[in-house]
């Protein structure tokens, strides 16, 4: 069962376990505006379950119906102005939220495997660079500290209940299928825009903000590695490298023969405040003990999400 699964790592984590020919829940919550766009494709192979991490009883009643043998709690508010406008709600969600989950694994199925998506924002504040696993928690925002809680308890359930609950401390990843409220699909989807006419330039903040970006197709498959484990464990995913976003224009701009200096305007009020840690994460443990490596490039990456915008806006 994976609760997110109409969200960018839901959809790719479902395909994914389809093709391992797993049977796929995913936990959905009632709304009169659902948005299944990223899982259209395969939605006839899912069983969908209506539920939400507000609700305590609705998660006993999805696990008593799918009887999950892993869990995939990919579900919350990830979006960091979201959380800044709505910390209640995200604190309900994100944090208690995982609570709640686990609770409901702990009374209805404890044999279940659980996989929490945590971030490398539980990292925001430390002064360690690169981070690994054992490096303290040290939050800056909300998101961060809800996901520092569900991190915590987490670790807890698998301490105390002896729970197959695992930790995905997961760096920056993107996709075609981002939200377009975040950065990478931004420029993406304008660099598309201006390249078909749409429009004429791209207004955005710092080119110098670094990120450890990779690919979200590659990260779903550390989230399953970690489930197949004998022993529950925590693991950093990340691909090691960091770049500007300056570098990720370059290459945008650079796939559809164009400068971005012609067309990008830097404005004051979208420069995010930044602390002095630069969150880059060491995967040194996943690539030791899971095997795992990502396997698609930056470069590759950016390219992808352009080529999946120019399609979306109507050109080649």
């Not at 709505?86 to 969600?93: K, N, V, W, Y």
């Not at 420069?271 to 590759?300: M, N």
């Amino acid at each position: 069962m994976i609760t997110g699964i109409t969200g960018q790592d839901g959809s790719y984590l479902a395909e994914f376990l389809l093709g391992k020919a797993y049977k796929v829940y995913g936990l959905v919550r009632r709304s009169s505006t659902i948005n299944f766009e990223r899982i259209m494709h395969i939605q006839d192979q899912i069983g969908l379950i209506h539920g939400d991490l507000l609700d305590q009883n609705s998660l006993i009643e999805a696990l008593k119906l799918s009887k999950p043998d892993e869990v995939y709690n990919l579900a919350g508010i990830s979006f960091l102005p979201s959380c800044f406008d709505q910390p209640i709600l995200a604190a309900e969600s994100t944090a208690l939220g995982v609570t709640r989950l686990l609770e409901a694994i702990r009374i209805t199925k404890p044999d279940t495997r659980f996989y929490q998506a945590s971030t490398s924002e539980i990292f925001g504040n430390t002064t360690e660079a690169p981070q690994n696993e054992e490096t303290a928690l040290a939050p800056r925002n909300q998101y961060g500290i809800s996901k520092a809680y569900a991190h915590w308890v987490t670790l807890f359930y698998r301490q105390a209940y002896h729970l197959f609950a695992c930790s995905g401390i997961c760096y920056n990843h993107e996709s075609p299928r981002r939200g377009i409220e975040f950065l990478p699909r931004k420029i993406s989807d304008g660099v598309a825009k201006i390249k078909l006419g749409k429009a004429k330039q791209l207004v955005l903040g710092s080119l110098e903000a670094k990120r450890d970006w990779g690919f979200a197709g590659d990260y779903v498959k550390a989230m399953w590695l970690m489930l197949q484990q004998d022993h529950p464990d925590t693991f950093i995913v990340a691909t090691g490298l960091v770049h500007t976003v300056k570098e990720l224009l370059e290459i945008a701009f650079g796939y559809v023969g164009l400068d971005y200096r012609d067309h990008v305007v830097c404005d004051p009020k979208f420069v995010r405040a930044e602390g002095e840690t630069l969150l880059v994460g060491d995967s040194s443990k996943a690539r030791r003990i899971l095997g795992w490596k990502p396997e698609v490039t930056f470069p590759e990456l950016i390219e992808m999400m352009v080529k999946a915008d120019l399609g979306r806006n109507g050109g080649y």
